[in-house]
């Protein structure tokens, strides 16, 4: 057998994960001497149960080992071990780090920059909106966006780094051959283009609670710093920022009203320390030291507007407001508030969230 295959083989045992599989490494030479060795050699050199090292032995079956592998690599999976110089170098020291990746796509560079934008599955529109911005804006300056494509924060944040051509990974928690949820087979199959879909899990590993809290790991692990967009008090996003902090990265938080649930948790990460963000500079000016702020298209937007459209943008944020409340602000008439809602709407610089709601297309306004 090959190399790959070797390590394709040992990680794929039933019973042995990453910990015991180092512990191997440590006590052989190599994969293959691991393979060939007897019950009495692993028994001497462990500390491994019975029923490991007979786990071991019995998964010994060449022509299925490469069998499996061939298949594998026919249906566009691509395996990476620790033996692998692809292996991502900012996994390799991070406490419990897997073994090896599947992934579709590519793998994120080592030459880029990375952010992992997480936040609430049930995120409110202005979550959504927000998401989006902020992932489209630090992804067009280059940098790439990870997240766990999950329902809310997670999805609308790849969707956003989508938005401009970016790169952006998503890392399961199921096997790589599974979309989780369903409704984002679209987003798994476009981010395999420009980014990659990664797991620690084989094809056919169903998306198990337990497997969520173990890839949030890996999310934070890839990342150089990490951004929560909406989280409740206990919300699972808080367990990656304490993988997140373990690792030494930088945490970001978009603050919130105090009498919304879902700012909760962004709120304390703020008392606690982590940066607060109100526009993609708070981040890009960490990761990108040479980054220049720079005046935004929608200033160069609002100065061609003309007068009453203005008021009407200037009215607008990304919290949904309805077109009453909005005529209420601006004391226009029904009949030319949907004049000048139209006109911005058909420049992309704003849009409706549902019929009559309508939001800000860009976050950031002068």
Not at 272 to 294: H, N, R, Y
Request: glycine content about 8%; charged content about 25%; hydrophobic content about 35%.
């Amino acid at each position: 057998m090959i190399r790959e295959e070797y390590s394709y083989w040992i990680s794929n045992i039933e019973g042995i994960g990453a910990r015991k599989i180092e512990l191997l490494i440590q006590a052989f030479d190599s994969l293959e001497e691991i393979f060939h060795a007897t019950k009495e050699e692993i028994i001497h050199k462990t500390n491994l149960k019975e029923v490991e090292i007979d786990s071991i032995i019995g998964s010994r079956v060449e022509d299925k080992i490469q069998e499996k592998y061939a298949k594998l690599k026919m249906s566009g999976i691509y395996f990476v071990s620790k033996e692998d110089e692809r292996y991502p170098s900012k996994l390799k020291d991070i406490y419990g780090a897997p073994y090896a990746l599947y992934f579709k796509g590519n793998l994120p560079r080592e030459s880029r920059k990375s952010i992992a934008i997480i936040g609430a599955r049930e995120c409110t529109n202005y979550g959504k909106e927000i998401a989006k911005y902020l992932a489209g804006a630090i992804a067009g300056q280059g940098i790439e966006v990870l997240s766990g494509l999950a329902r809310g924060i997670d999805s609308y944040a790849h969707e956003g780094a989508l938005s401009v051509g970016g790169s952006t990974f998503g890392i399961l928690g199921c096997g790589i051959d599974i979309c989780y949820p369903r409704e984002n087979i679209n987003l798994y199959m476009d981010m395999q283009k420009e980014g990659g879909i990664i797991s620690e899990y084989a094809p056919g590993i169903p998306p198990i609670a337990c497997n969520f809290p173990m890839r949030n790991r890996i999310i934070s692990g890839l990342s150089d710093g990490i951004l929560v967009i909406e989280a409740k008090e206990k919300s699972g996003s808080l367990i990656t920022v304490d993988m997140g902090l373990e690792q030494g990265k930088d945490i970001y938080a978009l603050p919130g009203r105090v009498t919304d649930r879902l700012s909760d948790g962004c709120n304390n990460l703020i008392k606690m320390g982590a940066k607060l963000v109100t526009s993609p500079e708070d981040i890009l000016e960490d990761l990108l030291p040479s980054f220049q702020k720079s005046v935004g298209d929608c200033k160069e937007n609002n100065n061609m507007l003309k007068s009453k459209e203005k008021i009407v943008y200037a009215c607008l944020n990304l919290v949904p407001k309805h077109i009453e409340e909005i005529a209420h602000e601006t004391n226009l008439q029904m009949n030319q508030l949907m004049e000048y809602l139209l006109s911005l709407e058909l420049r992309d610089l704003i849009h409706q969230t549902v019929k009559n709601y309508y939001v800000t297309s860009d976050y950031k306004k002068s």
